[in-house]
């Protein structure tokens, strides 16, 4: 789940954002002409870009046990002030614990009985939505989570996923977008949610399909991206959101792969990491969002896999496992997940392979008996 947070005024500046280019922005387009391979335009790019971070950790081995031990100890103490100040996205911090965990083949180490009690708790017996803490409100996002850790441990009977089928479909706004709660909110991210929810409840038919298509479409900008709504700035994790819609929808067709490819791989940066946007720091949680949107549309090579693979290993923390934003950070459960998730892309044995469109073990997409569309060139 894409929780990034943005302003409205990304929306106001993105036609100023295409018309005054800044000087890096210049130099991509100029190199985009080159004839020249691929990596080579990359690396052109990647030497002309300003913000960026040093890596001031040079580790090459992932800190295995010590991520365990991170995730299966997250808490654990309910007293803790950052367990109290994150109540407000529970599910999705369960969610996240749950999939890195079983990506390490650890899922064991979590408490299965009271994660499914807490799950049941926070479904609304009204609308049929899921919050992400008890006594909050339902909302997409978290009901996303939800359906998503019960998938894992094959115990969706656990809720009641007709009710989940009517309070998605009830989200579904006439040209085709979604709301993500009853607050009204329209956001790519939900049109994800939705179609994510659906397939992994067996219940797509309750949506318009064609709609939200033409919705998610009506997103795409000039440089191949996508942002959260129409004329919106096109961002690395709503690309993901997008990208992994029309996967599910197998409408990847639709896309101009080599438009979005181009800008996704724009965001590798000289220390290797990627950032979501233009002119902004390099982000371990980018590095899921960009490496699952180019393995979706089959260009995972275009970047360099081996200065990513040391930039995400840098930002995890010796100490007391987990991985951060960045190298030197603290460490937190959101980045884990996705830095084990990129690193399993990236193709480590130690972990288990992850499906690049719902951010799962491979092995709970088969057992579901879905196949989510990717290009294969």
């Excluded at 799950?119 to 997409?140: L, N």
Aim: with cysteine; proline share 3%.
């Amino acid at each position: 789940s894409f929780v990034g947070k943005r302003t409205n005024k990304l929306a106001r500046l993105h036609q100023k954002s295409h018309t005054e280019l800044t000087p890096a922005r210049k130099f991509a387009r100029i190199v985009s002409s080159f004839a020249c391979p691929h990596s080579t335009r990359i690396a052109l790019t990647m030497a002309f870009t300003a913000n960026d971070v040093r890596i001031t950790d040079d580790s090459k081995e992932l800190h295995f046990n010590k991520h365990v031990e991170y995730i299966a100890n997250h808490g654990n103490d309910k007293n803790d002030y950052e367990y109290c100040m994150t109540e407000f996205l529970r599910m999705s911090g369960i969610y996240w614990g749950v999939t890195g965990l079983d990506l390490m083949n650890e899922l064991g180490r979590l408490d299965k009985r009271s994660i499914l009690e807490f799950i049941k708790k926070c479904q609304c017996s009204v609308t049929g939505g899921i919050a992400a803490c008890e006594g909050h409100d339902p909302h997409i996002l978290y009901t996303l989570s939800a359906v998503q850790i019960l998938t894992i441990y094959d115990c969706l009977d656990a809720i009641d996923t007709d009710m989940v089928a009517k309070y998605v479909a009830s989200l579904q706004q006439l040209d085709g977008s979604f709301f993500g709660d009853k607050w009204g909110e329209v956001d790519t991210r939900f049109s994800f949610c939705a179609v994510a929810i659906l397939s992994l409840i067996g219940r797509m038919d309750v949506m318009q399909v064609e709609k939200a298509v033409n919705f998610v479409m009506s997103c795409c900008n000039s440089d191949g991206g996508f942002g959260s709504k129409p004329n919106a700035e096109s961002h690395a994790g709503l690309i993901y959101c997008c990208v992994g819609f029309l996967s599910i929808t197998d409408q990847l067709h639709r896309l101009d792969c080599e438009r979005l490819a181009w800008w996704l791989c724009e965001r590798q940066l000289p220390s290797g990491g990627l950032n979501g946007r233009p002119e902004k720091l390099p982000d371990v949680c980018y590095s899921w969002w960009v490496l699952a949107s180019l393995t979706i549309i089959g260009r995972l090579h275009w970047i360099s896999a081996e200065k990513l693979e040391n930039f995400i290993l840098s930002c995890q923390d010796a100490e007391t496992g987990g991985f951060a934003d960045r190298t030197g950070n603290l460490p937190d459960i959101f980045h884990t997940l996705f830095g084990l998730g990129a690193l399993s892309l990236l193709g480590d044995k130690r972990l288990k392979p992850v499906n690049p469109t719902f951010c799962m073990p491979q092995y709970v997409i088969e057992r579901c008996n879905l196949k989510p569309k990717v290009i294969v060139l």
